[in-house]
């Protein structure tokens, strides 16, 4: 995860919750997984903010860092089109934010050769344990 910026602001090399916490932005609606886990970013640090507006749709949170309204927390594939824009910027977050993500498929010894190289990419990513 990462964070969308006006490019207007002065903004560190990695954001942090107590940073960001002071700052107006905006988030995924509460009833969403990501919503969840930028709350917990917060809340480890101790803080609970509320976001001046919480949307559901990613590209609408880009407009809103684009027109210098706020900053937003977001997938970094959802930004890769935002990278060269002159009104924007780019953050890391710190501590880190990740996405969970499983994957659940059969063992029933059908081997699909789709199946199996997504399979193999996402088994050299794999934390260990």
């Given at each position: 995860m990462v964070v969308?910026?006006?490019a207007a602001w002065k903004a560190p090399k990695r954001v942090t919750p107590d940073?960001?916490?002071g700052?107006?932005?905006?988030?995924?609606?509460?009833?969403?997984q990501?919503?969840?886990l930028i709350a917990g970013w917060f809340g480890q640090a101790g803080h609970h903010p509320r976001p001046f507006l919480t949307l559901?749709?990613?590209?609408?949170?880009?407009?809103?860092?684009?027109a210098?309204?706020?900053?937003?927390?977001?997938?970094l594939e959802e930004?890769?089109?935002q990278l060269q824009l002159p009104g924007v910027q780019v953050r890391h977050l710190w501590p880190r934010l990740m996405r969970p993500?499983?994957?659940?498929?059969?063992?029933?010894?059908?081997h699909n050769p789709a199946a199996a190289a997504v399979l193999a990419v996402l088994a050299a990513f794999a934390l260990p344990g």
């Open positions: 969308l910026l006006p940073w960001l916490a700052k107006r932005w905006a988030s995924f609606a509460p009833a969403t990501m919503h969840g559901s749709y990613p590209g609408a949170l880009k407009s809103l860092a684009a210098s309204q706020s900053a937003v927390i977001l997938p930004v890769e089109d993500m499983a994957v659940a498929h059969r063992r029933d010894g059908s």
